[in-house]
């Protein structure tokens, strides 16, 4: 996969994680994905490559059963702007059509050399 296809694939992953925040099915920010993963909420976690371990730490002793799939998406600025706030460390997405749509997205970029991590 070429460079510019993989920015294709992240900027389309970005743009539809603004959808979503339109739609009202993202809970921006640590604290509101901790809260989101505690509700049984967040069906898709986004995090910033340049989030501080403090932060991812929180995330990992959040979850309880490790079913939530965990991305690294751009970093913290880019995160935020795709959702209209300031910088991000995480975003969790609460819609499952908007969280199936973004694993596709990726995880096909995945598949073809995009260096997005999705985890499981």
Known sequence: MTPKTMETRKSSALRLLGLARRAGAVAPGTDSVRRAIRDGEALLILMAEDASGVQLK?????????????????????????????????????????????????????????MDAVEA
């Open 58 to 114: 929180k995330l990992r002793t959040t979850r309880d059963d490790g079913s939530i799939p965990r991305v690294t998406l751009g970093d913290r600025a880019t995160l935020g702007a795709a959702v209209g706030m300031a910088a991000l460390s995480a975003v969790a997405v609460t819609q499952a059509s908007f969280a199936t749509r973004l694993v596709e997205e990726l995880t096909s970029s995945e598949d073809e050399g995009s």
